[in-house]
């Protein structure tokens, strides 16, 4: 069975790695981690709802 909801706030997690296989969630809540950048985000092509509230993003090339 595939997985359309993933909470992983307050993990200490950094990056989106291993994320890359889970195409088919819709939600993902990495909130209060230690993220500061969207790399590996775009292969979550069927996101709808993201939630990053309490990492430290810095701007990217690929996000407007």
Do not use: P, R
Not at 28 to 53: A, H, P, R, V, W
């Amino acid at each position: 069975q595939k997985s359309s909801l993933l909470n992983l706030a307050s993990n200490k997690i950094s990056n989106f790695s291993g994320l890359e296989g889970l195409k088919e969630l819709l939600y993902l809540d990495l909130s209060y981690n230690n993220i500061q950048s969207m790399e590996g985000f775009e292969y979550l092509i069927k996101l709808k709802t993201l939630k990053l509230q309490g990492n430290k993003i810095e701007k990217s090339k690929n996000v407007n």
